[in-house]
């Protein structure tokens, strides 16, 4: 509510109290990097947002889409390229679609925690512990993963969220929008936080080629899609930063799209001085390099 109690109650100083990004070389030969990572969440993006929607059939096959069709195609792709990503998996999508979720897990590459039910993480919400623990649990049980990585669903994030992740063992984040560059998270208590790899809002697939009866958006052609990706990369290789990718199978995993993906990482790959890596690769660079500078 906008009323000058609520606005009096704004605290006049950063969101984000993290020291600025520490400028580390790139591993060797390397000048920037891409942290190339998918999302997903399969019928849950939509049952996170209303939950009866799961009886809503239409709807749910948007999601339904990533297990018969999507994710198996985007395993193919990495596997033409010789690539290795970081898939952000809910624990919903996990016990709905186990054979999906260890397709990925075979195919060699890393699981992050995305959390449960997909629900938004947003300031006093009730649901974060269970939602973080029903996690970790299912990855822990169906895949015997313990995930040192986590992004946000729907991209939200709060204070109690930031401490509890440290507490039960996430290395690195992926969600804020505030950077080109990882840095390091510093908890309320002044206390080192989660390494963020912070994300490039560009590079979230949903907003450029998705639409819905429920998330309704224009889809964008191939051309403009490469040219806002090509320009955000080569941009960014010229700072020697990081992007990040946002990519989710019902998107990324349709036909159009995955031919404009595909297209888009044989351009990265052509790129010499751009690393392509996992998020658990990038955030151990980050740690050797500030443990050595300390
Ligand atoms: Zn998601």
């Known amino acids: 509510m906008l009323d000058s109690k609520s606005l009096a109650g704004i605290p006049l100083r950063p969101a984000n109290a993290a020291a600025a990004a520490p400028i580390f070389p790139w591993p060797n030969p390397y000048g920037s990097a891409m942290f190339l990572s998918f999302d ?9 947002k209303d939950p009866s929607h799961a009886e809503r059939l239409v709807t749910m096959s948007f999601g339904g889409f990533e297990a018969r069709v999507g994710t198996p ?9 010789g690539l290795r990503a970081t898939f952000f998996i809910t624990g919903w999508s ?3 679609h186990p054979a999906m979720a260890e397709s990925i897990m075979r195919a060699g590459h890393e699981i992050g925690h995305h959390g449960f039910h997909h629900l938004t993480p947003d300031p006093h919400d009730p649901f974060i512990q269970e939602e973080l623990e029903r996690g970790f649990e299912v990855l822990k049980r169906r895949l015997g993963v313990a995930p040192k990585g986590y992004r946000a669903p729907s991209g939200e994030f709060c204070e109690e969220l930031r401490s509890s992740l440290v ?16 840095y390091r998270h510093v908890l309320a208590n002044g206390a080192p936080g989660t390494i963020e790899l912070p994300v490039t809002a560009s590079y979230d697939d949903w907003l450029l080629g998705l639409t819905n009866r429920f998330s309704p958006r224009p889809i964008f052609p191939r051309e403009h899609v490469l040219s806002i990706w090509k320009d955000e990369l080569d941009e960014t290789r010229d700072w020697g930063a990081m992007v990040t990718t946002v990519l989710h199978p019902q998107c990324s995993g349709r036909p159009m799209r995955l031919r404009l993906l595909r297209e888009f990482l044989q351009y990265a790959q052509s790129c010499p001085d751009l690393w392509i890596a996992t998020g658990e690769e990038i955030a ?3 740690a050797k390099h500030e443990a050595a500078a300390a």
């Open 40 to 48: 997903v969440d399969a019928e849950s993006a939509w049952t996170g």
């Open 167 to 182: 507490r039960l063992g996430i290395t690195y984040t992926s969600s804020f929008r505030d950077d080109v560059r990882p």
């Open 94 to 96: 996990v016990e709905a």
């Open 73 to 81: 195609k985007l395993l193919e792709l990495m596997d033409q390229l």
């Open 284 to 286: 151990g660079h980050f």
